[in-house]
């Protein structure tokens, strides 16, 4: 095997770069979020509320930087430039889809009080599936050749406002307030939730990957597939409940509270959130 030192030492200079953007991405969500202490929280408090949200937010910054760094080699210098520019849009992106998803997905509560005072892991969870999908869907839209900041921050408005009506689609679905369940500590509802964004990311995110030819070219297929996104969520939990839990309903398992299901199931939540995920992907290399 023939070793390219060239390779090697570009690949080095990137992955010492990339762990300099990411932590300018901490730096930026802790001064953000002055109104808690990470280390307090996280070591003292044992809060896994707030340990949920962080590592959510940690993987859709580490999705970022992975849309940065996909594509061909243009040269070291050239690589970290690219990588500077668009690690530190991602970074401004993510976070202004954190505060979006408190003001129009959980509108209902302030998110940093569920996770801080009442150590909300439902919120939590919720939170984290959320800064994933963010992350997909800023992942797409600044990977590939042909673009540029300009045509990444129309991708990415546009995913996230696709981002939101699923947020909003799902509330109406289930036969559920979700913002109630999450506020009670429903640590199954939100794993649901959860689950249903994530795969809403994955849809946008993929179908904004690639190369980038014209708006007139790319912009009909990207949101033709993000809005069959949208349009499968009802059915997959349908399928769920009645193929791959046909026994149970899947509501009741969700929220309990009856004489079967005196506490929400977070297994059955798992399921439902895969299912979701699974269909993600199958629809994506289906379609």
């Known amino acids: 095997m023939?070793?390219?030192m060239d390779h090697i030492i570009t690949g080095a200079v990137l992955v010492a770069a990339s762990y300099v953007i990411f932590f300018i991405g901490k730096v930026v969500n802790d001064f953000l979020h002055h109104e808690y202490n990470l280390t307090e929280e996280l070591v003292v408090k044992d809060n896994p509320a707030v340990a949920l949200a962080l590592v959510g937010y940690y993987a859709?910054?580490?999705l970022c930087i992975g849309g940065a760094l996909t594509g061909p080699s243009n040269g070291v210098i050239d690589d970290v430039i690219d990588l500077v520019i668009y690690g530190g849009l991602s970074i401004v992106l993510l976070n202004i889809s954190w505060f979006l998803c408190d003001k129009l997905i959980l509108y209902k509560f302030k998110i940093s009080e569920e996770l801080?005072?009442?150590?909300?892991?439902?919120?939590g969870v919720v939170s984290f599936g959320i800064s994933i999908a963010s992350g997909l869907v800023i992942y797409g839209s600044i990977s590939g050749e042909g673009g540029n900041i300009w045509t990444a921050v129309i991708f990415w408005a546009?995913?996230?406002?696709?981002?939101?009506?699923?947020g909003l689609i799902y509330n109406w679905m289930v036969p559920f307030d979700i913002h109630a369940e999450i506020e009670k500590d429903n640590v199954a509802a939100g794993v649901s939730f959860a689950g249903a964004m994530?795969?809403?990311?994955l849809i946008i995110g993929l179908s904004a990957e690639g190369d980038f030819q014209s708006f007139?070219?790319?912009l009909p297929s990207f949101v033709a597939f993000s809005l069959l996104g949208l349009l499968i969520l009802p059915v997959i939990r349908f399928l769920t409940d009645k193929v791959l839990l046909p026994t149970v309903n899947l509501t009741d398992e969700i929220i309990a509270g009856t004489a079967d299901q005196e506490k929400p199931n977070?297994?059955?939540a798992y399921i439902e959130a895969f299912s979701y995920i699974a269909a993600a992907f199958i629809i994506f290399w289906c379609v």
Do not use: K, P, S, Y
């Open 2 to 4: 023939i070793i390219n």
């Open 60 to 62: 859709g910054l580490v």
């Open 116 to 123: 801080v005072r009442d150590h909300n892991q439902g919120t």
């Open 158 to 166: 546009m995913g996230q406002v696709i981002l939101i009506m699923a």
């Open 198 to 201: 994530i795969a809403m990311g």
């Open 216 to 218: 007139r070219e790319d």
């Open 266 to 268: 977070v297994g059955a």
